[in-house]
């Protein structure tokens, strides 16, 4: 599968890009440095220098041409309310239209744990602008014609994966997360034996030790919580 990794010298990025070429796809790793660009490669994916905050629908769509799949995982990175609307709202809508024009199939969005059952924070809460940029992207890619999937990892962690996740479980979204255990579960999303199960559904996670392909295909069964689009 021919896919676009935008965010590509994120943690979990770069986390990920290894299990996506190693596993036969040809990734394409969107960086806004491009002295990130050796860090990519040695991941065996392609790096492309665009930067999203202020690259077009137009301009996305045409550096999306060729693509099968769309991961975001790019982040303002908090601290800033104007560059988390502007990244991880506008940025993100704008490259689900892209997708959408470009003919990519599917798309996976990396957001936040609580996103499939929508908890929101106070508005005095320093999460909230994240929260809120996150829905609205997460709203518009549910409403599109791709086959997307929206990730919820916990609090995010440097710390090994467990090798399995724990699902989504009301007030767990403080739970920790390993990066690494996010990378797992996108790779699965793409191209694992429980990939077609997690089209159309909201999946929120942290760490534990239910098997990935397990998880999913009980969420796809209604054994476990998830969102459905």
């Given at each position: 599968?021919?896919?676009?990794?935008?965010?590509?010298?994120?943690?979990?990025?770069?986390?990920?890009l290894p299990l996506l070429t190693q596993a036969g796809h040809e990734?394409?790793?969107w960086i806004r440095n491009p002295e990130?660009?050796?860090d990519v490669e040695a991941t065996g994916a392609k790096a492309l220098v665009l930067s999203?905050?202020?690259?077009?629908?137009?301009?996305?769509?045409?550096?999306?041409?060729?693509?099968?799949?769309?991961v975001f995982s790019a982040g303002a990175g908090g601290g800033n309310q104007a560059r988390t609307a502007a990244v991880d709202r506008d940025a993100a809508i704008r490259s689900v239209h892209a997708a959408e024009e470009a003919g990519v199939r599917r798309y996976v969005m990396v957001?936040?744990?609580?996103?499939?059952?929508?908890?929101?924070?106070?508005?005095?809460?320093g999460f909230y602008p994240y929260q809120e940029a996150k829905l609205a992207a997460d709203k518009v890619l549910a409403s599109s014609a791709l086959e997307w999937t929206i990730l919820g990892p916990g609090t995010l962690s440097l710390e090994p994966s467990p090798g399995g996740v724990s699902p989504a479980?009301?007030?767990?979204?403080?739970?920790?997360?390993?990066r690494e255990l996010v990378a797992h579960v996108i790779a699965e999303v793409l191209g694992g034996p429980a990939a077609e199960d997690s089209v159309r559904r909201t999946l929120d996670f942290h760490d534990?030790?239910?098997?990935?392909p397990a998880w999913i295909e009980a969420v796809a069964a209604g054994e476990l919580p998830g969102a459905e689009g």
């Amino acid at each position: 599968m021919r896919i676009t990794f935008i965010g590509g010298h994120g943690k979990v990025a770069l986390l990920t890009l290894p299990l996506l070429t190693q596993a036969g796809h040809e990734v394409t790793a969107w960086i806004r440095n491009p002295e990130h660009a050796a860090d990519v490669e040695a991941t065996g994916a392609k790096a492309l220098v665009l930067s999203i905050e202020e690259a077009t629908t137009e301009s996305m769509a045409a550096a999306l041409e060729g693509s099968e799949a769309v991961v975001f995982s790019a982040g303002a990175g908090g601290g800033n309310q104007a560059r988390t609307a502007a990244v991880d709202r506008d940025a993100a809508i704008r490259s689900v239209h892209a997708a959408e024009e470009a003919g990519v199939r599917r798309y996976v969005m990396v957001s936040y744990h609580g996103a499939g059952r929508v908890r929101r924070v106070d508005p005095d809460h320093g999460f909230y602008p994240y929260q809120e940029a996150k829905l609205a992207a997460d709203k518009v890619l549910a409403s599109s014609a791709l086959e997307w999937t929206i990730l919820g990892p916990g609090t995010l962690s440097l710390e090994p994966s467990p090798g399995g996740v724990s699902p989504a479980a009301e007030g767990a979204e403080h739970a920790p997360t390993s990066r690494e255990l996010v990378a797992h579960v996108i790779a699965e999303v793409l191209g694992g034996p429980a990939a077609e199960d997690s089209v159309r559904r909201t999946l929120d996670f942290h760490d534990g030790t239910l098997p990935i392909p397990a998880w999913i295909e009980a969420v796809a069964a209604g054994e476990l919580p998830g969102a459905e689009g």
